[in-house]
């Protein structure tokens, strides 16, 4: 009904449904106020605050005693958690002082000796003989430099008249760019610097410049996408491997990327993928946009437990019906604490249970439980706390606005129940995706160095070398020192035997022939 304050109805009914139509229209403009003013807060937050979801121990105490209706005198410990101080670890006692230099570190000795006219004796006269010496060390720097290989190929030729043209050349070993210019060391040390240490191409090309080599910025780009196609059949194997692990953790970010018929960047994904301990790789995938397709591809013939967010393009693995979700509790959590601001009691209630959850987990690690003994102990203590709360969301459910921050995080977790809780059936699954989160963190720290990917072909290049420089971190290894020794022999290995680059299993040849050289050393000394 339309009116002014010129023109007010006459008759009483036609004044009270004016005045029910201003309180409906009030009430939904409250309500808009309202989730404007969540909106503002959260991107405050996420642009100024802090980033830490940490709550008041001393509040979740409080709320969690009221969901559980315990009596004032019983310990949270007996339930499952100490929501309240948490007794402080012993720290580990760290000697003051310089600590020793690592040992495998090469020593150069530097004598610094006294001055022949120095050396008389002030009493006698005699000349002082030597009869020890102080050492101390001291850490120097030499910066990384480049060298010229001349690779000399010598050639053999009969003398005998007779045997005219018959001339051998020795064979040069192979290369990681057929006739290109970077040998194994230069070209692992530009992908590492990109893909490991988030140095972009532009930076790397003004640090050669001042050793005196001029490279564009073009030419190094081209040489990481020829190492990306080296790398390619041990990355597809590497895949290959991951598939076959028994729980794939995964997840996805942005990244821009270059488009040539738009004025600015389109949005492509990186995926990530983490095999288990049978497969302890991390890997990554490319493309050009987020539809089903993408998870499809490269998880096909995966069968086992996928670990992720609930994202619906997941849905058309799980409808094989061989593969199963396990939901996020990160996520799940994180929607509680973003409803504090508009409905503190209940949301701090929520959060004081997902902390008792998550002192179940921490509780397994301290322990160092295998499967098995997760399982009983997730039984014991988690699952009477996931009971009590299904309980607490469906009674809130009906209390609060569903579009509601609180409403929309008590419908994310009912609606999702089923995966949220799925972790509590196998003590090999995790109570949330956290892993697959930190992996990606890699790409997010580097697109804030090197901003855009300069085109598809370029994602699917970055995809593959990050699962190298990932995976070299997750087992330890110095990603300059693997990558050098595969770009130096992969063209030249038997594609059968490729199995035997794998990080891991570099890694463990590796130890084996060290191990065999100090056996060696030591029979010598004998």
């Known amino acids: 009904m339309e009116t002014s304050s010129t023109q007010l109805p006459a008759d009483l009914a036609t004044c009270h449904q004016l005045i029910r139509d201003l309180l409906e229209k009030q009430s939904q403009d409250q309500f808009l106020i309202d989730k404007l003013q969540h909106q503002l807060e959260q991107m405050l937050r996420h642009r100024f605050g802090q980033r830490a979801e940490r709550i008041d121990l001393n509040q979740l105490e409080l709320f969690a005693r009221e969901l ?36 495998h570190l090469p020593r150069e000795r530097v004598e610094h000796d006294v001055p022949s006219a120095e050396r008389g004796c002030q009493k006698c006269g005699l000349e002082r003989q030597r009869i020890s010496e102080e050492t101390s060390e001291q850490l120097e720097y030499q910066p990384a430099s480049l060298k010229v290989l001349v690779h000399v190929r010598f050639k053999y030729a009969c003398l005998n008249p007779e045997c005219e043209g018959s001339v051998i050349t020795a064979d040069k070993p192979w ?3 057929e006739k290109g210019l970077p040998g194994p060391g230069l070209l692992s040390h530009v992908v590492v610097s990109k893909y490991a240490d988030h140095l972009p191409l532009n930076r790397q090309e003004g640090i050669l410049a001042r050793q005196g080599v001029e490279l564009s910025r073009s030419t190094l780009c081209g040489w990481a996408m020829s190492a990306a196609e080296l790398v390619k059949p041990l990355y597809e194997l590497m895949w290959a491997e991951v598939r076959q692990s028994k729980v794939v953790p995964t997840d996805d970010t942005t990244v821009p990327v270059q488009d040539r018929e738009r004025t600015k960047t389109k949005t492509g994904r990186l995926w990530t993928c983490l095999g288990d301990r049978g497969h302890p790789y991390t890997v990554f995938a490319y493309t050009p946009d987020r539809s089903r397709e993408g998870p499809a591809e490269f998880l096909r013939g995966f069968s086992g437990y996928l670990q992720a967010d609930a994202y619906a393009g997941y849905n058309v693995l799980y409808d094989t019906g061989r593969v199963i979700w396990v939901g996020c509790n990160a996520h799940a959590r994180r929607k509680f604490v973003e409803a504090q601001t508009s409905d503190p009691a209940r949301a701090l209630t929520a959060l004081a249970v997902y902390r008792q959850l998550y002192e179940v987990e921490r509780q397994a690690k301290e322990r160092g439980l295998d ?12 699952k009477p706390l996931w009971d009590a709360f299904h309980e607490w969301l469906k009674k809130n459910a009906l209390e609060v606005l569903p579009k509601s921050p609180l409403g929309e995080a008590i419908g994310y977790l009912l609606g999702n129940w089923e995966g949220l809780t799925r972790y509590l059936e196998d003590g090999d699954l995790e109570i949330d995706n956290n892993a697959a989160e930190r992996a990606l963190r890699l790409i997010v720290v580097g697109r804030k160095n090197w901003l855009f990917a300069g085109s598809d072909r370029g994602g699917r290049a970055a ?22 020794d595969i770009f130096a022999c992969i063209a030249g290995h038997p594609a059968n035997r490729l199995a ?6 570099w890694l463990a040849a590796r130890k084996a022939d060290s191990a065999s050289a100090i056996v060696a050393d030591a029979l010598a000394v004998r």
């Open 175 to 177: 290369q990681p760019i």
């Open 371 to 382: 499967a098995r003994g997760r399982f009983e102990l997730r039984q014991q203590k988690a």
């Open 68 to 103: 559980l209706r315990l009596p004032p005198d019983q310990p949270l410990e007996q339930v499952g958690e100490s929501t309240g101080r948490r007794q402080k670890k012993e720290k580990k006692h760290t000697p003051h002082g310089r600590r020793p230099l690592p040992a």
């Open 463 to 484: 995809a593959i070398l990050y699962s190298f420089t990932a995976t070299c971190k997750r087992l330890g290894i110095d990603p300059f020192a693997y990558l050098r």
């Open 500 to 505: 035997e680059l794998l990080p891991d299993r």
